[in-house]
T-cell receptor
Framework: DTGVSQDPRHKITKRGQNVTFRCDPI?????LYWYRQTLGQGPEFLTY????????KSRLLSDRFSAERPKGSFSTLEIQRTEQGDSAMYLC????????????FGPGTRLTVT | GDSVTQMEGPVTLSEEAFLTINCTYT??????LFWYVQYPGEGLQLLLK?????DKGSNKGFEATYRKETTSFHLEKGSVQVSDSAVYFC?????????FGTGTRLQVFP
């Protein structure tokens, strides 16, 4: 068990560009979550998958954001036409979905939009 | 909507001091409660959890008791170490997602 991994760890992009992040969950975990964390705040929920099905999306997830988990394993989060307000740490977590909803987090991808 | 409120930091303590970080949550439903810790330069790690009223979660000398009557889940440690310096997040679940507080930074000095 190598834990949740995310790639890249850091991304600097210019406003208006598209970016894509990848998350590899713990192998036996069927639930995968995306959160966003801004400086001085706690993580905020964006969306989650059970296997390949995207079951919930936050109102924070504008039309410029899209997430996929095509084979029920890794997931990608794409942001189109990035804005400076998208600058944040994007966190991925996974769980087995059992009681207590214990989620295991990856190291995050820090996005800076210039 | 559901929310979690934590005491603001930073909390600054000397080594071996007693620690309390307050956390309260909105009481809709029957949530599970969590404390996560984020060490400098690292990702969030689950520290402890409690899934029902009066449960006590504990790990690495930290404890928190699920108090339904006061909707609280305060984090305590009897004797902190410099290595405990980190940001601590209280969270509750809401259906299938976690709702976090804003975090409390703990700084422990030798």
């Amino acid at each position: 068990d190598t834990g949740v991994s995310q790639d890249p760890r850091h991304k600097i992009t210019k406003r208006g560009q598209n970016v894509t992040f990848r998350c590899d969950p713990i192998s036996e975990h069927n639930r995968l979550y995306w959160y966003r964390q801004t400086l001085g705040q706690g993580p905020e929920f964006l969306t989650y998958f059970q296997n390949e099905a995207q079951l919930e999306k936050s109102r924070l997830l504008s039309d410029r954001f899209s997430a996929e988990r095509p084979k029920g394993s890794f997931s990608t989060l794409e942001i189109q036409r990035t804005e400076q307000g998208d600058s944040a740490m994007y966190l991925c977590a996974s769980s087995t979905g059992t009681s207590g909803f214990e989620q295991y987090f990856g190291p995050g991808t820090r996005l800076t939009v210039t | 909507g559901d929310s979690v409120t934590q005491m603001e930091g930073p909390v600054t303590l000397s080594e071996e001091a007693f620690l309390t970080i307050n956390c309260t949550y909105t009481a809709t439903g029957y949530p599970s409660l969590f404390w996560y810790v984020q060490y400098p330069g690292e990702g969030l790690q689950l520290l402890l959890k409690a899934t029902k009223a009066d449960d006590k979660g504990s790990n690495k000398g930290f404890e928190a008791t699920y108090r339904k009557e006061t909707t609280s889940f305060h984090l305590e440690k009897g004797s902190v170490q410099v290595s405990d310096s980190a940001v601590y997040f209280c969270a509750r679940d809401n259906t299938d997602k976690l709702i976090f507080g804003t975090g409390t930074r703990l700084q422990v000095f030798p």
